[in-house]
């Protein structure tokens, strides 16, 4: 099992910038694909980010490329997102996923997370 706590979310204004954590615990670390996912109210659940093992490989989704920086810190067992220029479509309550699986580029974006933080909410005010 891995347990998975998000924290970092607030209320920001447009243009501002956030940074989320996510510790885990329950299983080795650098060996977690580790990835950040969102959901506003009405929405689907969207892809934000991933990151491979030791963090050589990122990979994007479409409205957060350019803005945002996914990276871990395997000495911490942490995950972060740095948000910069944040939108008020960027919205939501940001979800931690984290799967033992060994995922690569577009192979992070794919793969099936089997495990999942609480949440925390992101609100971006214009």
């Known amino acids: 099992q891995v347990q998975l706590v998000e924290s970092g979310g607030g209320l920001v204004q447009a243009g501002g910038s956030l940074t989320l954590s996510c510790a885990a615990s329950g299983r080795t670390f650098s060996s977690l694909s580790l990835g950040w996912f969102r959901q506003a109210p009405g929405k689907e659940r969207e892809f934000v980010a991933a990151?491979?093992?030791?963090?050589?490989?990122?990979y994007y989704g479409d409205s957060v490329k350019g803005r945002f920086t996914i990276s871990r810190d395997n000495a911490k067992n942490t995950v972060y997102l740095q948000m910069n220029s944040l939108k008020p479509e960027d919205t939501a309550v940001y979800y931690c996923?984290?799967?033992?699986?060994?995922?690569?580029?577009?192979?992070?974006?794919?793969?099936?997370?089997?495990?999942w933080g609480q949440g925390t909410q992101v609100t971006v005010s214009s």
């Open positions: 996923a984290a799967d033992p699986t060994y995922c690569s580029g577009y192979g992070c974006y794919t793969l099936t997370y089997d495990y």
């Open positions: 990151i491979s093992w030791t963090g050589s490989s990122t």
